[in-house]
């Protein structure tokens, strides 16, 4: 079965300070990972992939992630956080190719305090 | 990206009545579409997933009856909450990916927020 945790209900950055969102997984095979983020009564916004290759995958709004096998962790990362990022952010996991559901972590509520 | 559209956004209905839920994919077809429930300050959970032509496949512990799924053409999928209650009241989020490419993300619909009074 494939499993998403998310450590931290929230997290706190001050503005201009680097964040990170921590994710690990647990899936038999390789992984498909995915973050996404959600605003207030809104849907989720895709925010990037990883399923083959670099390590270190570049997505939206200045995000990336790095992919760890080893520690089978997935975290989310930005250098410089801004007051609109302040959001909920879902990691997410698929262990096959396909049109299958994604399975989310619990979400981590980002606070980027001005 | 690809664009799935959820309508209505938000809607409020009496006890006992019913709600249809829409959720299109505005620029490629959709084989299959998932439904989702968030209860607030929660994760998503898998509700059922939606099969062009066939019937829905639903998640242990949702009600089909109760949460009647119909995926008529390869871009529509609509979710009929039945008879409902104030226990259904719920922010409801489909989403569909491209079936022309494979290993690609999913993509959501905007949500809506039921409120059952």
């Known amino acids: 079965a494939q499993s998403v945790a998310q450590p931290e209900d929230q997290v706190n950055v001050a503005e201009g300070n680097p964040l990170t969102v921590k994710c690990t997984y647990s899936?038999?095979?390789?992984?498909?990972l995915f973050w996404y983020v959600q605003y207030p009564n809104r849907g989720l916004q895709f925010l990037l992939k990883y399923i083959t290759g670099d390590n270190l995958v570049k997505g939206s709004y200045g995000f990336e992630a790095e992919f760890n096998k080893s520690q089978t962790s997935f975290h989310l990362k930005k250098p410089s956080a801004l007051v609109s990022d302040s959001a909920l952010y879902f990691c997410a996991v698929r262990a096959t190719s396909g049109n299958t559901p994604l399975v989310f972590g619990k979400g981590t509520r980002l606070s980027v305090i001005a | 990206g690809a664009v799935v559209s959820q309508h209505p956004s938000w809607v409020i209905c009496k006890s006992g009545t019913s709600v249809k839920i829409e959720c299109r994919s505005l620029d490629f077809q959709a084989t299959t579409m998932f439904w989702y429930r968030q209860f607030p300050k929660k994760s998503l959970m898998l509700m059922a997933t939606?099969?062009?032509?066939?019937?829905?496949?639903?998640e242990q512990g949702v009600e089909k009856d109760k949460f009647l799924i119909n995926h008529a053409s390869l871009t529509l999928s609509t979710l009929t909450v039945t008879s409902a209650h104030p226990e259904d009241s719920s922010f409801y989020i489909c989403?569909?990916?491209?079936?022309?490419?494979?290993?690609?993300?999913?993509?959501f619909g905007q949500g809506t927020r039921l409120t059952v009074v």
């Open positions: 939606s099969n062009e032509g066939s019937k829905a496949t639903y």
């Open positions: 899936v038999s095979g390789n992984p498909y």
């Open positions: 989403s569909a990916s491209r079936t022309d490419f494979m290993n690609t993300e999913a993509f």
